[in-house]
RNA sequence: GGAGAAGUGGCCGAGCGGCUGAAGGCGCUCCCCUGCUAAGGGAGUAUGGGGUUAAUAGCUCCAUCGAGGGUUCGAAUCCCUCCUUCUCCGCCA
């Protein structure tokens, strides 16, 4: 959420930034809610002072034995007056919430102008694109030829966009998953996490998944009702919700590995094929909460930790700038890492490591005790996955490979595979 | 799932219709004393919001004692619903 404050001394300056990533803030009907907001506020204030002087008076003068007909008979129709006031101020404040709900994040300064990916900024690449002197397979044909995905199956115990894996491929999943915690808990300095993969309504506004987005969860219908999590972000982020960190426990850094569940509504006829998109994914995500003034430089770290890991699995990748128009809804500005996958012959997005600002922290009332003022302030929160273990895993099979559709095992990874140097 | 108890400031804990935004203690901050590893004295110490303002400075008002409703001139205190925690029973990986 943007501060309210910012909104009403600098509307139009906020509105222009908006419209930098296609939003278009109705300036007007925020305008009108807000005077009708200011007026009304003030009114029942004052409403609420006299009947708070009043009834002292009461209380004093029935302590001191007087008569205090003649002052119940003063106070005799402030209670409407105060509760039709509050009613309608309820009811403004509440539309103005809603409002302020739907806005999505500035973009920061730094973030180029941009209406889809196409202009997206290459910022680096990395890694040799590998050569074969065959045609190189996709991971579906690689993962079935040798019985090892099965999506045949899958779709009969679930439906369509489920894998079930099997032997030496599912054990290649808990080997990276295991590799990917060792680095960011031993190299990195994240704390491990185990966190619930449902979560109550609060967390989503928190982050951001709510109002907005609904239809991209799987929702439980129970009482209350619980959303399967879309990704880890959610429930670890959620545990700075009104909290106030000290200084000295700055920066909090949380990686937890986790399924991730997402509907995928609206992407029907994209990624139908294989495991780039699922209703369900394993993934690794790296979360921080740090000081205002360090989240920029944070962003360049964290986007780092996340690049170590496919430095270190070998695999080829680029890392792009995300235009205006394909941030993300809370985020200020957000990097993607993009994996090379032979068998589709180009880059595809593996990682987003993103900047919040105080976009999610306002939400979630997550603040710091800043030791300068003494006084809580809002946080800034960073996170990326490091990586979407599913996609990794596409990715090391299909740069992997040989001509006889075997895998080989990267290096860094054998040691989690009992020493086995091919699948 | 059944029965009972409880939820108050960073923490512990009193209050159980008005003088309580909240006693007391712990912790923390600052000052003084003392001097050697610990103690004594004093002061301060919740959060959010509104108005005013150049101001995130002052001043002032409002709200908040798990959450939401209600009763009342007035609610931390009374009533209702929900949530959470604890104890016992049942069930269970």
């Known amino acids: ?198 979560v109550n309504s609060s967390s989503l506004y928190g982050t951001g998944q709510l109002p907005k987005f609904e239809e991209d969860l799987f929702k439980v219908d129970s009482e209350p009702p619980l959303y399967l999590i879309p990704t880890a972000e959610v429930p670890l982020t959620n545990i700075l919700r009104d909290e106030i960190i000290d200084d000295q426990d700055m920066p909090r850094r949380f990686v937890a590995h986790t399924p991730c569940f997402r509907s995928e509504a609206g992407s029907y006829g994209q990624d139908t094929r294989g495991m780039i998109r699922q209703h369900q994914f394993e993934k690794i995500e790296m979360v921080q909460a740090v000081r205002p003034a360090e989240s920029e430089d944070v962003l360049e770290q964290l986007t780092a930790h996340a690049e170590v890991i496919l430095q270190q699995l070998g695999l ?15 985020a200020s500005k957000t990097y993607d890492l993009e994996v090379w996958l032979p068998g589709q012959g180009k880059y595809r997005e593996i990682s987003s490591c993103s900047n919040f600002g105080d976009f999610q922290a306002r939400r979630l009332q997550a603040r710091w005790r800043n030791p300068e003022s003494g006084k809580p302030e809002l946080l800034h929160t960073v996170n990326g996955s490091g990586l979407a273990v599913g996609r990794t895993l596409v990715a090391v099979m299909e740069n992997y490979q040989d001509k006889d559709g075997n895998i080989h095992i990267p290096e860094v990874l054998q040691p989690y595979m009992g020493g086995a140097e091919q699948l």
């Open 316 to 330: 080829p990748y680029r890392v792009v700038t995300l235009c205006t128009g394909d941030l993300g809804f809370s």
């Open 1 to 198: 959420m943007l501060d309210p404050k910012l909104l009403r001394t600098d509307l139009y300056e906020v509105a222009t930034q908006l419209l930098r990533r296609g939003f278009k803030l109705d300036t007007r009907e925020f305008h009108s809610l807000e005077e009708q907001r200011k007026e009304l506020q003030i009114l029942t204030q004052q409403l609420q002072n006299e009947r708070n002087t009043q009834s002292k008076g009461i209380g004093r003068a029935k302590s001191a034995g007087e008569d205090i007909k003649p002052l119940l008979d003063a106070v005799a129709n402030i209670g409407d007056k105060l509760k039709t006031a509050q009613d309608k101020l309820g009811l403004i404040q509440q539309q103005l919430r809603r409002m302020l709900l739907d806005v999505p994040n500035l973009p920061h300064q730094s973030v180029p102008q941009g209406e889809s990916e196409a202009q997206n900024r290459e910022e680096r690449l990395w890694g040799e694109l590998p050569q074969f002197d065959f045609e190189a397979a996709d991971h579906v044909d690689l993962g079935t030829a040798k019985g090892w995905a099965d999506f045949d199956t899958a779709a009969k115990i679930s439906g369509s966009r489920f894998v079930v894996l099997n032997g030496p491929l599912a054990r290649m999943q808990r080997a990276l998953i295991q590799f990917m915690l060792d680095v960011h808990t031993q190299q990195h300095g994240y704390v491990e996490t185990y966190v619930p993969f449902l």
